[in-house]
C-alpha cells in the first residue's frame, strides 16, 4: 500500500471553500423555490377539485338523462 501523500494547505482551503460555497448556495437555492413550489402545488391542488366537480356534475347529468321516462 502507497503511504498518503501530503496535500497543500492552499488546495485544502480551496477544496472545503467550494464545499462551504456550494451548501451556502444550495440553502439560499432551496429557500427561493420552496415558496414558488408550494404555491405551484396549491394552484394545482385546486385545478383538480375543480376538475373534479365539473366531471361529478357532468357524471350527474349523464345519469339524469339516462333516466328519463322516454328511453
Partial sequence: MVPPVQVSPLVKFCRYSALFLGV???AKR?????P??????RLAA???KRQDELKRIERELA???DDSILK
Fill in 46 to 48: 385546486e385545478e383538480k
Fill in 63 to 65: 345519469e339524469a338523462r
Fill in 30 to 34: 432551496h429557500s427561493y423555490l420552496k
Fill in 24 to 26: 451556502t448556495y444550495g
Fill in 36 to 41: 414558488r413550489a408550494e404555491e405551484e402545488r
